[in-house]
């Protein structure tokens, strides 16, 4: 078996399409680039996500060794630790072909929440914030003592809080790489993102699959379909830079998580926003600037 562990976001839908469409491994299948830059156009094999369908997965009567599974960490019950516990469960486990798609540092998985803000949370797959922060309410009371769940909150207090609890949340993608053992295959998401034919063949030949069709009009035209992500991204560190400098700047209203990154990072640089009430955020970066407080550090 393959098996190609992954966080929502981070190019697994991507990695088994290629797989199947562009070595030896198996009948092709019908696939494409969505509008959204995503591989969510067929039906993953054994998308591994939960409890109930790690369970589904284990309890298969003949598993084949030509099976791609896709799991996705964390799952809300436990982390990934614990979920390979339950992989190492299959008989094939030891000689099976193991790949990790791990987030480097902070700025990788800053990258990472928009691409699944983008591909998960909203459009085809549409799953809501809830794929990003689950049932954690981490210290919603601090904003309003009768708050029960993050969903009753402000978008100012969303934002705020969403500041504030990501940086932790996303360590566990930066520390994923330290909990498997050599004989995997470790990638990040930025190496699928902009050497995505090095590590698309990288990922081939470590399968010991054959790459039996020339893939770089695919490649290109799946970049081309991430710009549109990368571009967001680029823009928030200049929204960051001009709003600490006084410099003029304007740009179209962006999701959530973009303006959550916003507000951590001037946090990071020694600034607070006066968000209180901050329903909608701004979209010109001269009058960001009066809203901005230096804090001691």
Not at 29 to 38: A, F, Q, T
Not at 57 to 78: A, G
Request: glycine residues 4%; contains cysteine.
């Amino acid at each position: 078996m393959i098996h190609i562990f992954f966080d929502c976001g981070s190019f697994g839908s991507t990695i088994e399409s290629v797989l199947r469409n562009y070595t030896d491994h198996s009948t092709p299948i019908d696939s494409k680039i969505l509008d959204d830059g995503s591989m969510h156009s067929f039906r993953k094999e054994q998308h591994v996500t939960d409890i109930e369908t790690l369970d589904n997965f284990l309890q298969l009567d003949t598993p084949s060794n030509k099976i791609i599974t896709t799991p996705t960490y964390p799952f809300k019950e436990f982390k990934l630790p614990t979920i390979l516990d339950y992989f190492s469960l299959i008989e094939s486990w030891k000689d099976d072909t193991k790949i990790l798609i791990f987030q480097p540092d902070l700025r990788a998985c800053e990258l990472n929440l928009l691409f699944k803000y983008h591909k998960v949370c909203v459009s085809y797959t549409n799953t809501g914030l809830g794929i990003i922060v689950g049932e954690n309410q981490h210290n919603i009371l601090n904003w309003n003592k009768d708050y029960t769940h993050w969903t009753q909150m402000r978008p100012w207090e969303l934002r705020e809080w969403l500041s504030i609890f990501y940086p932790g949340f996303v360590q566990e993608f930066i520390d994923s790489q330290n909990q498997v053992d050599d004989s995997w295959l470790k990638l990040t998401n930025i190496d699928v993102l902009y050497s995505t034919q090095d590590s698309l063949l990288k990922i081939i030949d470590h399968c010991g699959l054959t790459n039996t069709k020339d893939l770089t009009e695919f490649v290109a035209q799946w970049q081309q379909a991430q710009n549109y992500i990368v571009d967001e991204f680029n823009l928030l560190d200049r929204i960051v830079d001009c709003a600490i400098n006084n410099q003029p700047l304007v740009w179209k209203p962006v999701n959530i998580i973009a303006e959550a990154i916003v507000q951590q990072r001037l946090r990071t640089k020694g600034y607070e926003i006066r968000c209180d009430g901050l329903d909608i955020f701004p979209t010109d970066a001269i009058m960001f600037n009066t809203l901005l407080e230096k804090v001691n550090q």
